[in-house]
């Protein structure tokens, strides 16, 4: 059976991402607002930035204090994995106008790569563009209407928001460990790495996740990419 590709099909098809997304946007908007930030700059962190886990660890690292250039860099170190995500599916856009990929770049996310690259047949632009768009303005608005549900909330329920983000942490986490215990390994690993570090003061504030990251993304080429080969067997 042909399988729809063009711009209908995409918005049916991430329905689901944003039954997802916006609660977790909300959840978003409501810890931006306990963190002092205003409602345009999250609004703003939302529409720019658009990486759910970058933005709340941001949030963690600003309400520590930690300085712009390591928040900025720790981004980057996390969403490094969205660059792979980009080259996987220019592969299938061989022959489309080039002055689309920055705007398939920029949509992708682990959400809408999963549902684009386990699409069998053609992949088409409409498609992809729709599929991200929705996915996109679901987030966007989620984090608009959480910063504005905060504002009505009593100050304690706002100061217990905090437990959002390590839930949101949770959520991404623990799929991923059902799949493979070497991901709670790595989990375990880069946590102690960052414990010690942090403890003990060995580096300056925010380099002790950075250097988690770095840790574990190393570890991570070994470990997951045997694991994925023996699977390809």
Request: net charge neutral.
């Amino acid at each position: 059976m042909k399988q729809e590709s063009g711009i209908k099909a995409g918005f049916i098809t991430g329905i689901p991402i944003v039954i997802g997304y916006f609660p977790v946007a909300m959840a978003f908007g409501l810890l931006a607002k306990t963190v002092n930030i205003s409602l345009l700059d999250t609004c703003l962190f939302s529409l720019i930035v658009f990486a759910g886990a970058s933005q709340f660890m941001a949030l963690d690292l600003i309400k520590a204090g930690i300085a712009t250039g390591d928040i900025v860099l720790a981004t980057f170190l996390l969403n490094l994995r969205h660059l792979m995500m980009s080259a996987s599916l220019a592969v299938r856009f061989k022959k489309i106008n080039k002055g689309w990929l920055p705007f398939i770049a920029f949509g992708i996310t682990d959400e809408s790569f999963s549902v684009a690259s386990l699409k069998s047949g053609k992949l088409s632009v409409p498609f992809l563009l729709a599929l991200q768009g929705i996915a996109y303005c679901a987030w966007v608005s989620g984090t608009f209407a959480g910063y504005l549900v905060g504002t009505a909330l009593p100050a304690a329920v706002q100061n217990s928001l905090g437990i959002g983000l390590y839930a949101m942490f949770t959520a991404i986490l623990v799929p991923e460990i059902k799949k493979s215990s070497n991901v709670l390994c790595l989990a375990v690993i880069s946590g102690m790495i960052y414990a010690t570090s942090d403890y003990f003061q060995l580096l300056p504030a925010g380099w002790s996740l950075i250097v988690s990251i770095i840790a574990a993304s190393v570890a991570g080429l070994f470990v997951l990419k045997d694991e994925i080969e023996e699977g390809q067997v």
